[in-house]
């Protein structure tokens, strides 16, 4: 135990060591599923350079158009281009992505090791985050959205809130062992106090763990956002996001699939890309796991 | 029994001591709440300890005595322990009663605590020089770098080698015996009064124990903590100590200068200990004869529930009726040699017998 958990402490200096090439090769899902990621990170991030046009400029008299070397992906019913929808579409899912993945884990890990670590605090703050768990995310989603206007921010909240209770249980069960370990009561017979027992002793601890959790919170709110785009209840119109490019796409299926097929393609393959980098960084950060499999 | 040797509260000999005690527990008693009922696990101890001096505690495993540092240390988990009764007074401060944040103060810096495991004592994800220097950063408001340079000096005086590139290293990156002097660099880091050493050399190497030990000890010269040494292992005792404490089932049956200990035991389960002990020149004289240990027959009763008379009457080849009947109480047998035992002057003519 250990053994392994020091082991991931300095799981980050080999890779300075041993070059990029023997890392490629000794991690090759993390290669891979990186890649992806910084190729659509980079594409959305550098999307006016791209040959995109305005997203939202609408022009009735190209309705419709099939792929052409003007039109990449052909153009949507209002005659705006599909290719720069998709490729401007990325930013909201990866904002989505990466502000529910960051947020959820900042507040899971907070609540997590204040109610690991304070037995009186857990009792009532567990019972909390199982009320919590009960909500759907895409119910709690169309609640707020029916409350105020739908924007990124409500959607944001809304994948967020159901995501907690996860990191929070996922904190304190590591920090519940970690606690028993001695170096934690000889931290404390040196007079360390409690708020800092939590942040230095106990939360470097914990972060191999949480950080690949925090990879497949954010997976699993790309999607969440896209299935809200695609009911109507996420990103407002005007916004081009995966999700509400292919709810608009959906009565052209039969004539025209690439409408809707070429934004789950790259839905999917943003998906995919981070839960390799997920599941690689798993093997990376547990020595154990990796040579079993 | 004509003598009738008054039974004292147990000040051994605080009253002709040059320096007075730095530490003083008296009565205490730490019990545990389990489900099978109340362990008590430390019950009524009396111990003092004077400035600059090493006290030993001995006891088989289960005794108490890990339970009396910690309440000394105020480090029982407070979800089943509880301290019910007595007192720890440290330098005129009564420990007892102290706020948390003043006992935070204390701890690591005027009374700090080396454990038994090197192994697992030390955060492996922090470096060794910052875990040292969190000590000495949190009790002497230096600032961070300061505090490093203050561990990196640390790690000198301990006689690690390359201390400024070790400083560098996570624990797993050293071995047992390092990572043991890198708890006694955090627990000198900042010059304690009483420095509590919980089974030091246990988990170690027996040619690194030696070694441990002298450099305890060194620190100890140079910062003039007083030590309290707790082991199982009589032979660290006896080129350690200057007194010794025996503890048998949370109570202290025997206190002794170390000289006498050895030479005059005068309870029987220490006698029992220092019977049980290998010994060189004896096994070549007799070889032929006894080849086997002696041993303390049976083993450390369950703590639960009241014990009828001496815990230590069920083991004892000695015991009579009284001993089933009541608890003995502690009587200075001779100067600074207090026993616990109903039989304590007619031991040697049994034991002859």
Redesign the interface.
Known sequence: M??A??????AATPIAREGFVAFVRRHPTVAIGGLLLILIVVASIAAPWLGTVDPISINPAQRLRNPSAENWFGTDRFGRDLYSRVIYGGRVSLIVGLSVAVLATVIGLAIGLVSGYL?AVDAVVMRVMDGMMAIPAIMLAIALIALSKASIFIVIVAVTLPEVPRVVRLVRSIVLTLRE???I?????????VP?ILL??LL??ALPPLIVQATYICASAVLIEAALSFLGAGTPPEIPSWGNIMAEARPYFQLKPWMVLLPGVFLAVTVLAINLVGDGLRDMLDPRLARRM | MSAAPTPSISTPAGVEAPHPAVLEVSGLRTHFHTRDGVVKAVDGVSLSLERGETLGLVGESGCGKSVTALSI?R?IPP?TGRIVAGSIRFDDTELLTLRP?AM??????RI??I?Q?P????????RVGRQIA??IA??QNLPRRAALDRAVEMLTLVKIPEPRRRADE???QLSGGMRQRV?IA??MACAPTILIADEPTTALDVTIQAQILDLMLEMKERTGAAVMLITHDLGVIAETAQRVIVMYAGRKVEEAPVKALFAHPRHPYTRGLLTSIPRLNRAAADSAQSQRLTEIAGVVPSLIGAVEGCTFAPRCPYASEQCRVAFPPEIEAAPGHIVACWNADKLPEMVRA
Not at chain 2, 104 to 109: S, T
């Open positions: 250990t053994a958990t020091a082991t991931s402490a300095i037995r370990q001695p170096y009561e000889a931290a404390t017979a040196i007079g360390t106090s800092r230095r002793h470097p601890n | 240390m480090l979800a944040a935070r103060a204390i701890r690591g810096n700090s605590m454990f495991e192994m697992s004592s030390l955060n492996p994800v922090m969190e000590s949190l009790h996570y624990p797993h708890m955090i627990a």
